[in-house]
């Protein structure tokens, strides 16, 4: 569904000549270093003494995810919140007391105008992309939390639309800066266990799926605007503890269970190891399909074509207990390759078989030590370098998560027209896109 009016999609004079005056003041400040080295050390040491170093931040959605992420941007300036809790607000106030307070963030884009450089999504995933589309039409940087969007069509609408707008842009995949990460994909890249032809990437514990809407439904509190908190998602009634703050992660309409919550963190390292984009095949199974909620345990086979591989997705009751014949832990990723194969979580690898790979020497370090996730977009904000998160490595990332649960509520193998954004079957087709309740529409 697209939207009668476009009047967001342009920037006045105005807004161009005061987004150029401030990067050039920001650029000439870095060059004079004014904008200090201490920016790259931790958040405490490098507190600006002057307002007009640090960025304005818009924070959309201030508590759980969204208040870690406002923590790593603290040392600019936090000029805006928005949240449909009054008590999260409330909460936000004693830290940053002279911020402006909104529940609504289409109102908060309309009148904050010129007055914010740059935007934090980290709201539930429903919110992700009416909010994200909003801010980049607006001119604004953005931070989003993953995935990047509720639907497959939002991923490509997103991804376009921040190319065309030339704002820096991050998902929130924090794992991606951890010096691990950096280490498998090096060791991936040089061959060590020659071409990878297979990937497993397994999470359990998380448990975001199953339940029956409730029969019992509550007034909402008072410091709550539900209305809000629905979004894009058709009206229904509030039900103490089943969906806000905490729950909506298991239901269709807010999230995406589990696959949804984790995928972009485990699949992220095998897509960046291997410069992977979209799959041409992607079958699931699990319990029968639900119409309300995910299932608490999938699997999920991806075909890749470019290169060549089969990549398969587990969580929670799916997990198997070895991987040919190498036993697994709870979550992690396993590289299978013509000369060995390779595990990595967060935080290490091993290389199998080990009598093979025992006294292996890493190759030489090419990817650099990251400044830290959140420090890297900023800096984009600034000076425009590039991240390594951006919406085009992370929106067909998303894409690829999200194609899994399309496979699955469909109930059949399907193939995938990446070009054309196509199924090969209406029973699939219906879950690539969505519908918008009036005023919330995306593209």
């Known amino acids: 569904m697209r939207p009668t009016s476009t009047h967001r999609n342009a920037q006045s004079p105005r807004r161009k000549s005061s987004l150029a005056s401030r990067r050039q003041f920001l650029a000439a400040s870095a060059a004079s270093g004014l904008i200090t080295a201490g920016y790259f050390g931790s958040c405490a040491a490098e507190e600006s003494t002057s307002p007009n170093e640090r960025l304005n931040l818009a924070c959309i959605g201030t508590a759980n995810q969204a208040a ?4 790593e941007c603290k040392h600019e300036q936090i000029a805006v919140l928005c949240d449909v809790d009054a008590n999260y ?3 936000n106030l004693k830290t940053f007391p002279s911020a402006r307070t909104y529940a609504d963030y289409r109102e908060m884009l ?5 007055k914010v450089d740059a935007v934090i999504v980290a709201t539930p995933d429903h919110h992700h992309a009416p909010a994200t589309m909003r801010a980049i039409r607006a001119g604004k940087h953005v931070y989003c939390e993953k995935p990047l969007s509720h639907s497959v069509q939002e991923a490509r609408w997103i991804t376009e639309a921040a190319q065309a707008a030339g704002v820096a842009t991050q998902l929130g995949t924090q794992v991606h800066a951890v010096d691990n990460y950096r280490r498998v994909v090096e060791i991936i890249q040089a061959g060590t266990i020659g071409q990878v032809n297979e990937v497993h990437v397994w999470v359990s514990g998380k448990g975001w799926g199953g339940g029956d809407r409730p029969e019992v439904t509550d007034e909402p509190p008072a410091h ?10 058709e009206k229904r009634p509030y039900a103490l503890g089943r969906y806000h703050p905490a729950q909506w992660r298991r239901w269709w309409d807010f999230g995406q269970g589990t696959l949804g919550d984790m995928g972009c963190h485990y699949m992220d390292l095998p897509y960046w ?5 979209y799959p041409v095949e992607i079958e699931a199974e699990g319990p029968p399909v639900h119409p309300d909620t995910a299932p608490l345990g999938l699997t999920v086979r991806y075909r890749f074509a470019e290169p060549a591989l089969d990549f ?3 969580n929670d009751t799916q997990i198997p207990k070895a991987i040919h014949g190498t036993s697994v832990p709870g979550n992690g990723v396993m590289f299978v390759g013509s000369e060995g194969m390779m595990f990595a979580d967060y935080g290490k690898y091993r290389l199998f078989p080990v009598e093979k790979f025992q006294g292996f020497t890493p190759p030489a370090q090419t990817i650099p030590k990251s400044i830290g996730h959140h420090r890297e977009w900023l800096k984009a904000c600034r000076d425009g370098s590039p991240t390594t998160c951006s919406f085009d490595y992370s929106g067909p990332l998303s894409e690829c998560v999200l194609l899994g649960n399309v496979a699955y509520r469909a109930g059949r193998k399907i193939t995938w027209n990446a070009e054309e954004l196509k199924t090969n079957h209406p029973d699939a087709q219906q879950y690539v896109s969505k519908q918008y309740r009036s005023g919330w529409e995306v593209a």
């Open 68 to 71: 870690y992420d406002i923590n």
């Open 224 to 233: 709550l605007d539900w209305d809000l908190w629905l979004g894009a998602a």
């Open 273 to 277: 190891a291997l410069g992977l984009r």
């Open 110 to 114: 309309d009148r904050e105008g010129d």
């Open 89 to 91: 607000i409330e909460q």
């Open 312 to 314: 398969t997705w587990y």
